[in-house]
């Protein structure tokens, strides 16, 4: 059973950094491609980045420049660098794992962590 566990989050006020990270176990992480995704209040959840096995990324227009995802095969381990932060990042973000390549859907993703709550103050 695969597992991601999430952590990472807090209260930051807008202008600072924080790092999230995914520890992925009972699967072969090295195989998926990997996407940070987020719900903020009274929206949908929407996928912020998503990096394949060979390290291609994808990012969000809102967040480029802001955001950098990254990931170690060899600690199992997702991270999402986040800068800058401004109030509208302020949201629940979710790790989740992905067989297919591309992985730009919710649909997409087979394995989701709880989440970890990223609040950023004005």
């Known amino acids: 059973q695969v597992q991601l566990v999430e952590s990472g989050g807090g209260l930051v006020q807008a202008g600072g950094s924080l790092g999230l990270s995914c520890a992925v176990s009972g699967g072969t992480f090295s195989t998926y491609t990997m996407g940070w995704f987020r719900r903020a209040p009274g929206k949908e959840r929407e996928l912020v980045a998503r990096?394949?096995?060979?390290?291609?990324?994808y990012i969000i227009d809102s967040v480029k420049g802001r955001f950098t995802i990254s990931r170690d095969n060899a600690k199992n381990t997702l991270y999402l660098q986040m800068n800058n932060l401004i109030p509208e990042d302020t949201a629940v973000y979710y790790c989740?794992?992905?067989?297919?390549?591309?992985?730009?859907?919710?649909?997409?993703?087979?394995?989701w962590g709880q989440g970890t709550q990223v609040t950023v103050s004005s």
């Open positions: 989740a794992a992905a067989p297919t390549f591309l992985a730009l859907r919710v649909t997409d993703y087979n394995y």
């Open positions: 990096i394949t096995r060979g390290g291609s990324t």
